[in-house]
């Protein structure tokens, strides 16, 4: 889990992501906005950024799931996403990208 702010344009495998921290991001995505995203969805979109304005174009995504997972997208001056998608930030590995560390 990272301990540390995550840029929202920074790609979840450039942290030290796997597949095992991506299905426990899923899983929180899934419970918290109600969505139906999956592993390709993920792997079509690794940052916050990406993985937001993806989640917001599904269709039957209540209008607060869309606000909030739009809100990752609204930071244009690279500071670190608020709110939910802050949260949505926790399960991230803490490790550093390979060489980086």
């Known amino acids: ?5 995550v840029a929202p344009g920074t790609s979840f495998y450039d942290q030290g992501g796997d597949s095992l921290g ?3 991001v899923l899983a929180l995505l899934r419970k918290a906005l109600d969505v139906p995203v999956d592993m390709s969805d993920f ?4 940052s916050v950024r990406e993985l937001a304005g993806r989640l917001a174009a599904l269709p039957g995504v209540e209008a607060a799931a869309r606000a909030a997972v739009r809100a990752a ?3 244009r001056d690279g ?4 709110g939910l998608a802050r949260g949505l930030l ?4 803490a490790t550093a ?3 980086q560390g």
């Open 43 to 46: 792997v079509a979109a690794p």
């Open 22 to 24: 991506a299905a426990r």
């Open 73 to 75: 997208t609204e930071r």
């Open 79 to 82: 500071a670190p996403p608020t």
């Open 97 to 99: 990208p390979p060489g």
């Open 1 to 5: 889990m990272l301990r540390r702010p």
């Open 90 to 93: 926790a399960p991230w590995p």
